[in-house]
């Protein structure tokens, strides 16, 4: 295989390594909504990133605090030593998500936070006194993170069928929510489909609710192509869980600190899961953090025996992380100073509009929605999943256009600081690469 020699070393992850190594496309800087490639292109970041930039690149109050901070103090322990910081970024994130009394545990990223939660669960019910509760259940198509824990409740194949031996024993799967003969081309939620989480009933019969440790699954699946959850499906899915006493996780990764309009989508239901995780959008993604937001009953059922031992050992070296910590503080500071969340609650109807726009346009099959996100799913070619999405994606760069595939589907999700009318010249772009695709 030949690779040209500067980029021979790194091996990229969920990258085609050797078709990106002749086709390169190399960020030079970002600033705003844009990337400036190193061919000396613009590219308005249809993406946030990797969902991760609400505020956009390079925002000057983050970038200030980072400076300041990395002066001042770079590294702090998290093992038996602490900052202050990290304790009231703890609690403003408890506010944020409108849940002051909640604990939170700090972590690096999504995967980490996914790992966390699962770990917390585990640990809650065995100090419960109900150590029979180990069983996971999450949902096809589920995205959580690339660590063994988060591939095992996940629902993607590719990422589940090379390490099937090393994955969590014990975990089962609820059917995914998407449904093309009832709800192709919604706008929102679906009317369709609640009836799909009584399939979490089924599952309770079959294993018995005193094996079951938790469900996990995202309030809206964005990885695999923003799927909407169905009018009332979440909410009964916190009724089972609630009834036969199983932890409910949202993963949050991708729908907290604003993407649907609200600080977090349990905010957007009006549904309170038992732990959330969250990373990416926390701090713009400058510097890695996550972390899980945890029910104060969980976390009290685990503050038993000597004072002097430690009652979870779980943990990372960069957990709360100083300049992690300060770029979250900034981040959310801009937010709320900006009015940055409502900003995307006002602008996700102009991304519905347009995407929906597309309609009709060459080898376009469904169209989905909610909040500041929209994925539009394109035919395949027959033997040759995935190349028409590659080849959209790449026209629509060309053109001055990054959006997010996953195998058929892509995906925007822009930055809050958009502008309507950069939503909209974006989906314009996004239509000349659909039509450009007719064969």
Request: with cysteine; proline share 6%.
């Amino acid at each position: 295989m030949d690779e040209p020699d500067a980029l021979r070393a790194w091996w990229m992850p969920f990258t085609h390594n050797r078709y990106f190594k002749q086709n390169p496309r190399l960020i030079a800087s970002g600033k705003g909504s844009y990337y400036q490639l190193e061919d000396g292109r613009s590219v308005f970041d249809g993406v946030s990133g990797l969902w991760c930039c609400p505020l956009g690149h390079s925002p000057a109050r983050v970038v200030a605090a980072i400076q300041k901070q990395v002066a001042n103090l770079d590294f702090a322990p998290s093992f038996q030593m602490g900052h202050s910081a990290a304790f009231s970024l703890a609690q403003r994130i408890a506010d944020f998500a409108k849940r002051p009394k909640d604990r939170v545990f700090f972590v690096n990223s999504g995967s980490e936070a996914v790992d966390t939660a699962l770990k917390i669960a585990l640990a809650f019910h065995r100090a419960n006194g109900e150590p029979s509760r180990t069983r996971m259940i999450g949902r096809e198509r589920g995205y959580h993170g690339a660590g063994l824990g988060g591939i095992s409740v996940g629902g993607i194949p590719s990422n589940r069928k090379m390490f099937s031996p090393l994955m969590m024993p014990g975990v089962d799967h609820l059917p995914h929510t998407w449904n093309g003969t009832h709800m192709a081309y919604s706008r929102g939620q679906p009317a369709w489909g609640v009836h799909l989480a009584e399939e979490l009933e089924r599952l309770v019969t079959l294993h018995d609710a005193s094996n079951i440790a938790a469900v996990i699954i995202e309030p809206m699946q964005g990885s695999a192509g923003v799927i909407v959850p169905p009018e009332g499906y979440l909410q009964r899915i916190r009724d089972i869980c609630t009834r036969h006493g199983i932890l409910l996780i949202f993963d949050e990764v991708i729908t907290g600190c604003g993407r649907l309009g609200k600080p977090f989508a349990a905010d957007y239901f009006n549904i309170k899961p038992d732990l959330i995780t969250f990373a990416k959008a926390i701090n713009n993604a400058t510097v890695p953090l996550g972390g899980v937001l945890v029910d104060n009953a969980i976390y009290e059922s685990l503050m038993s025996g000597p004072s002097h031992l430690i009652e979870f050992f779980h943990g990372y070296t960069y957990s709360g992380h100083p300049l992690a910590v300060a770029a979250a503080h900034a981040t959310l500071d801009e937010l709320s100073e900006s009015n940055l969340i409502e900003r995307a609650a006002e602008l996700s109807p102009v991304l519905e509009n347009a995407m929906h726009s597309l309609r009709g346009e060459p080898n376009v099959t469904d169209i989905r929605n909610l909040g500041l996100a929209a994925a539009v799913d394109v035919a395949p070619y027959s033997g040759a999943a995935g190349l028409r999405a590659i080849q959209v994606f790449e026209h629509a760069l060309n053109n001055g256009l990054y959006v997010r595939y996953t195998a058929d589907t892509l995906v925007l999700a822009p930055p809050f600081i958009s502008t309507p009318t950069e939503i909209k010249t974006a989906v314009e772009t996004l239509r000349k690469a659909l039509q450009a695709q007719v064969k």
